[in-house]
């Protein structure tokens, strides 16, 4: 068993439901620490956080991730305990096995075969730990870049170890990601036997036609990197239960994942735009929990797409699909940011697993990043 594998299964074992972080920074941190790193616990409320820097000046190269876990889902689904990770069949089977535990391992063993190479590499080498992430990501990265931005500190180049592969490891780098705007919308009406209609006021019928707009609206084409913004509705509630009352109210959560060529104040006026429109009674709360960043193809990028054909031999897609990430925090701060990491299709579900041999594979590109920019 290789150490990259070792460390995924001490990691995994470790139960870090979010914001938990179940001992996995200890264990993260003792590592770097005997490898020359100064380690800074960054706790937050209830959310453990770590910067980790080795080296001094630039350029500073970043390894960020995060240790926390979204909830197993139905026990009984699983075919094995999700935090007793199992390997059956050349896969690797519990939480966090893709998302992102993986990707720590080979991020710390990276490192210690790095610098074991190379013990007066150029510039720094750090590492920006979360517990936050599938979290309401308040007190994480957001923090802790706050954190390092009055400091003065600065990231020229950061890998987030985010599992971005689709089909196989390294087909894909994300150089960028849409922002993430979304509502808390509450439409008011006047509740009412549903017999007399005319006496009350259906807050259903009242939202409808501005739905059916807001849905089927083409908000944008995107651009070369980016996709088309989408809108889509994620909790929708009305009514009291009884199948004669016309509802008060209606509640309803929407998402738009814009592109580059919105922004958040031309968003927000176009939906009440379309609500006043239709006459709808409404209180709405928004929320921004990230804005779009991108990452021109450039040192961090080029490196990475080679360190992938070295590895793989294949030429890796680079795109900005997807969800969002803690990488939205850390472009902020002048840094290249890709996300690299193994495949992405069991993530946040029952069975989550990664292929074996992906974990090793995922330690050498890593492994060749640090060579092909710190060397």
Known sequence: MSDTLDL???LMSRPSVTPADGGCQQVMAARLAAAGFAVEPLRYGVVENFWAKRGSGGPVFCFAGHTDVVPTGPLEEWSSDPFRPEIR?????????????????????????FVREHPRHRGSIAFLITSDEEGPSVDGTKRVVETLRDRGERIDWCVVGEPSSEQAIGDTIKIGRRGSLSGRLTVHGIQGHIAYPQL???PVHTFAPALAELTGRAWDAGNE????????VSNFNAGTGAPNVIPGELKARFNLRYSPVQTIEGLRETVEGILKKHGVRYTLEWYVSGEPFFTPPAELSRAAAAAVRTECGAEPKLSTGGGTSDGRFIAPLGAQVVELGVVNATIHKVNE???VADVDALHRIYLGILRSLLT
Do not use: I, W
Request: charged fraction near 20%.
């Open 8 to 10: 995924t299964l001490d």
């Open 89 to 113: 069949d050349g896969m690797l089977y519990g939480r966090g096995a893709a998302d992102m535990k993986s990707g720590l391992a080979a991020m710390v063993t990276a490192t210690e075969a």
């Open 200 to 202: 009350a006021e259906n």
């Open 225 to 232: 990197h980016f996709q088309p913004t989408s809108f889509q």
């Open 353 to 355: 697993c990664v292929r």
